[in-house]
């Protein structure tokens, strides 16, 4: 009698599983450099973060969120980087074919903390906000690392222009302008981004 009564809870428990998966979050792996300091600081530690889709469901972030999206440059790809510019925002930027771009209506320009170690906008440009899957809201693993992820710009990295903010329907938040020098310009090789579900890979470049 015992079976089916684990039939039932696992017939019950699969549809919820994935339903907290695609509308909650769930957690990932992080690899790769390109986020340094604020993930992975050193070779020897591997974060695993907090991915809430819920954060994003609106379309809605903020300056200085850490988030996870598809890759511009390759859609079978997930990658994670810092919003430095919301629509409407001037930037200047690093190496971009323009020394600077105002961020158009429903896009925001990325990048990673570990400046010259990431593929991000100053690569592929600004990013449309549909690409976006998720935003990292903690460090979940290892317990010594166990953090929230606030939402802040470098200082050498804010806008030298505010846009005026249209929220995206649904969305109440004010932009975020909080600002902290948290990059690093140290050089190494940076590989390409990967992620699948728990085991969801970050490969950061």
Known sequence: MRFPTFLKS???????????????????RVEGVSMQPALNPDATVTDYVFLSRWAVRNMD?????????????????????RVVALQGDVISTLGYKL?????????????????????????????????VTARATQIVWPPSRW????????????????GKRSTSPGSTKAANN??????????????SPLVHPIEEVHRLN
């Open 99 to 131: 020394p600077y771009v105002t961020v158009p209506e429903g896009h925001c320009w990325v990048e990673g903390d570990h400046t010259g170690n990431s593929l991000d906008s100053n690569t592929f440009g600004p990013v449309s906000l549909g690409l």
């Open 10 to 28: 696992l017939l019950l428990g699969v549809p919820v599983g994935v339903t907290l998966l695609d509308c909650v979050g769930y957690v990932a």
């Open 178 to 191: 909080h600002t902290v020098s948290n990059s690093s310009s140290s050089s190494s090789n940076s590989s």
């Open 61 to 81: 972030v903020q300056r200085g969120d850490i988030i996870s999206l598809i890759s511009p440059k390759d859609p079978t790809q997930k990658i994670i980087k």
């Open 147 to 162: 953090q929230q992820l606030p939402s802040t710009v470098p200082k050498t990295r804010v806008p030298i222009a505010m």
